[in-house]
């Protein structure tokens, strides 16, 4: 080591955070690769979420001088951290994802939601430069449980209600949708199920429509999720259907979907993390 050089350790510099769950993501559709495309999809996402200044990436070096040994901090934080990203995993109930995401997510001050949105904004533009992708269906599995309820607003004012009108507009957009909510071994989301679809009825928003919701009906993909059960509260079982019309087909409005079902759940007392799944029935 030179006298005055930085040199990268492991671990975690004083006060950075933990992360507070898993935010993983599967998209599922008809997909093309673009053949002059050979960067790999966790290469593409970490780049997207660095220059977003999404990415968590806070560290520390320790640097050596005449004086001796020095830590400095690096990076800066973000809403996740990196953990893994590719196209290369198992299929679900008998279709396989065009791509996958996971990363840890940070912990979100009060008037804040889950970062949903802009980490399926992300896989969008990734998946983008990856190739062309028609998208049939998502799933996403959210950690509600890294909301704290006691100082979330009251759901009138849930934090994802802040940017519903960013989908306002033309209503020949929306689309029917099928949305599944699963909370695993856990029987959280059937007991609350009725609870959410009033609120979401209820609630400023015209990003989601519910229509019904039943206790069946659901995609095939809800019942097998493209990860280890050890991942979350699995194996799949416990889940809600609901009916009903989005703003828009595009990731972007589902990442805003399913920050808002997480409000509202958590609201409702759920403490584990959900599995999402929506397609277009």
Not at 86 to 98: I, L, Y
Not at 136 to 158: F, I, M, N, T
Request: glycine share 10%.
């Amino acid at each position: 080591m030179s006298a005055d050089s930085d040199d990268a350790r492991p671990g975690l510099a004083p006060g950075v955070r933990s992360p507070v769950g898993t935010l993983f993501a599967a998209v599922y559709g008809g997909f093309a690769s673009h053949p002059w495309q050979d960067q790999d999809a966790y290469s593409l996402f970490h780049q997207r979420s660095l220059a977003m200044r999404w990415l968590d990436d806070i560290g520390w070096v320790v640097r050596r001088s005449a004086a001796g040994y020095e830590e400095r901090p690096t990076g800066a934080a973000g809403l996740w951290g990196m953990n893994d990203a590719g196209r290369d995993r198992p299929a679900a109930a008998g279709a396989a994802p065009v791509a996958w995401f996971q990363v840890g997510a940070e912990p979100v001050p009060a008037e804040r939601p889950l970062p949903v949105q802009p980490f399926l904004r992300c896989v969008e533009e990734v998946v983008a430069r990856l190739g062309k992708l028609e998208l049939d269906a998502v799933q996403v599995l959210v950690p509600v449980q890294g909301l704290d309820v006691s100082s979330r607003p009251e759901p009138a004012l849930a934090p994802s209600l802040l940017t519903a009108g960013w989908f306002g507009g033309d209503g020949r957009a929306r689309t029917p949708v099928r949305v599944t909510l699963d909370s695993g071994r856990s029987p959280a989301v059937p007991a609350v199920a009725a609870r959410l679809r009033e609120w979401v009825g209820r609630l400023d928003q015209e990003v989601f429509a519910c229509d019904s919701h039943s206790a069946d009906d659901h995609a095939s993909l809800a019942a097998s999720p493209p990860f280890d059960d050890r991942l979350w509260y699995g194996p799949a079982g416990h889940r809600a259907t609901f009916h009903g019309t989005l703003a828009e087909w595009s990731l972007d409005a589902l990442g805003w979907l399913g920050a808002f079902l997480a409000d509202l759940s958590a609201r409702e007392g759920v403490t584990t993390p959900l599995l999402l799944t929506v397609d277009r029935p």
